[in-house]
């Protein structure tokens, strides 16, 4: 359920308190229970979904990082750059020509 309700809310900054009203949670509780269950905490799970749909958005499109990051919900370009160098190990440029779209 947390990874369709992030799946679904990426690209507007999603909140953990936003999930747990939606499933009828206290927030601090679903913070601990997310972290306990699958040892990630609720914003790197946004920050793993984001990602993912910044590779496969570098992969499958010609748009700018610019555009890549606004479109995942990203929009301070140089942040988004950090966060993928970080979660990818290249920046955003050179995971695109590393994946042969440019």
């Not at 972290?35 to 700018?64: C, I, N, P, W, Y």
């Amino acid at each position: 359920m947390l990874a369709a309700y992030i799946e679904g809310h990426y690209h507007s900054p999603p909140s953990l308190q936003d999930f747990a009203r939606v499933i009828g949670f206290h927030k601090g509780y679903l913070g601990q229970r997310t972290k306990q269950v699958t040892g990630q905490s609720f914003h790197q799970h946004v920050t793993r979904a984001r990602m993912d749909e910044a590779k496969r958005l570098l992969r499958q499109t010609s748009g700018s990082v610019r555009e890549v990051a606004d479109r995942v919900g990203i929009h301070d370009v140089d942040y988004f750059t950090t966060q993928f160098k970080r979660y990818t190990g290249k920046t955003p440029s050179g995971f695109r020509k590393r994946s042969g779209v440019e």
